[in-house]
């Protein structure tokens, strides 16, 4: 008996692509002045909460390709709309990059992500989405607030 696969490497991919063009198209329509600005009850910036999405998935990647358990590091030189999406599409492309370095069998080693989580590879994979989608849904309040209509979340 055989068993299906849920999603293959790049069905997986191109998912996780899928979702970073709509935070890419989320981060387009909010206003440039505010990005590094507004905020709601005590929570961060949206641009702040970007710098840590820019901090994460590739870095990220990069550990788990190099095994190299590095701690998190946040500090990035963004402060406009401009950079943030510079460095978001230059992102975009590395992590297919780094993605196609990591082995099938890879999928299922353990690694001690940031030197904080230790998990398998494939929950590594799934945090940096995760952690996006949550991030990317922050910035959906905040665009409502600002009485701007986000992107259809189903279009990805």
């Known amino acids: 008996m055989s068993t299906a696969t849920f999603l293959n490497r790049d069905e997986f991919l191109k998912h996780w692509q899928g979702h970073r063009n709509l935070t890419r198209r989320t981060i387009e329509k909010f206003p440039a002045e505010e990005l590094f600005r507004f905020f709601l009850g005590g929570m961060r910036t949206y641009g702040e909460m970007l ?41 975009t492309e590395k992590i297919n990059e780094l993605y196609g370095k990591i082995k099938d069998e890879e999928f299922y080693e353990t690694f001690n992500l940031f030197g904080q989580y ?20 922050q910035g959906y309040v905040y665009l409502r607030a600002l009485d701007i209509e986000p992107p259809y979340f189903w279009e990805r």
């Not at 901090?55 to 190299?68: A, F, Q, W």
């Open 51 to 91: 710098k840590e999405m820019l901090t994460v998935s590739v870095p990220g990647l990069e550990g788990m390709v190099d095994r190299d358990d590095k701690p998190f590091n946040h500090d990035i030189s963004v402060s406009t709309k401009d950079e943030v999406l510079k460095l978001w599409d230059e992102q």
């Open 118 to 137: 230790r998990d398998q590879n494939n929950n590594n994979l799934l945090y940096f989405l995760e952690n996006e989608i949550h991030h990317r849904a």
